[in-house]
């Protein structure tokens, strides 16, 4: 079955820093893909970046890259340049293609991340 | 586009009643599904709809329900509401055509915050 590994419950950056958040999966499907979202106070989840287990690069969004090692089955989030608003919960989550659960994701348990001036 | 919908954002209710809630996807996507948030089990999968058609389930009893109508807006419904029924649910929308892509368009909305007393 899927997993999905946070390590750390909770991380502290300074203003202006970069940041790696941990994530490592497991599957046994040669085919998914790996989502990080940002969830604020609010409730609301933030998509920010994918990886498609396929893919060759590294994913990037703006200041969110995903340091994909696939032999490792680890996919972590880097934040460069951090900003208070940043602050907030962050889940990695999974997906497996050929499974016919496509659109079922599985979460990991989260890391929150607190910006300090 | 306008994003994912979803409907009440907060609602009371006591327990042993029931409940709806609604979620409207981005416009072209086909796939909705469910997940429940809590602090003690996390982010759990609910069910998908594809189509009007239930396509995945996870692990929950037979008092969560949903449907999909032919506009892909889907309803879930939980009857016979108890204490730990409380969560934020959560709706995601995506193009449901994972298997053929494998793409990131998996897309939440801000929840559903349901509080039983």
């Known amino acids: 079955a899927q997993k999905i590994t946070q390590t750390q419950p909770g991380m502290f950056v300074q203003e202006k820093e970069a940041v790696t958040l941990d994530c490592t999966y497991d599957?046994?499907?040669?085919?998914?893909?790996l989502f990080w979202y940002k969830q604020p106070s609010s409730g609301e989840m933030i998509f920010l970046i994918y990886?498609?287990?396929?893919?060759?690069q590294n994913a990037t969004e703006g200041r969110y890259s995903l340091n994909f090692q696939k032999a490792r089955k680890s996919a972590n989030l880097v934040i460069s340049a951090s900003q208070l608003g940043d602050s907030a919960m962050y889940f990695c989550?999974?997906?497996?293609?050929?499974?016919?659960?496509?659109?079922?994701?599985?979460f990991g348990t989260g890391t929150r991340l607190q910006v300090t001036l | 586009k306008a994003g994912v919908t979803q409907t009440p954002r907060y609602l009371i209710k006591t327990r042993g009643q029931q409940v709806t809630l609604s979620c409207s996807p981005i416009?072209?996507?086909?796939?909705v599904s469910w997940y429940q948030q809590t602090p003690g089990q996390g982010l759990q999968f609910l069910f998908e709809?594809?189509?009007?058609?239930?396509?995945n389930k996870g692990n929950f009893p037979g008092r969560f329900s949903g449907r999909q109508f032919s506009n892909s807006r889907s309803e879930m419904n939980v009857s016979t509401l108890e204490l730990g029924d409380s969560a934020l649910y959560l709706c995601?929308?995506?193009?449901?055509?994972?298997?053929?892509?494998?793409?990131?368009?998996?897309?939440f909305g801000e929840g559903s915050r349901l509080t039983v007393l």
């Open positions: 995601a929308s995506s193009l449901g055509l994972e298997a053929a892509t494998n793409t990131g368009e998996l897309f």
């Open positions: 599957t046994s499907d040669p085919s998914y893909g």
């Open positions: 990886q498609g287990s396929y893919d060759q």
């Open positions: 989550a999974m997906r497996e293609i050929n499974t016919g659960t496509a659109s079922k994701l599985t």
């Open positions: 416009s072209g996507h086909r796939s």
């Open positions: 709809y594809f189509s009007e058609t239930q396509r």
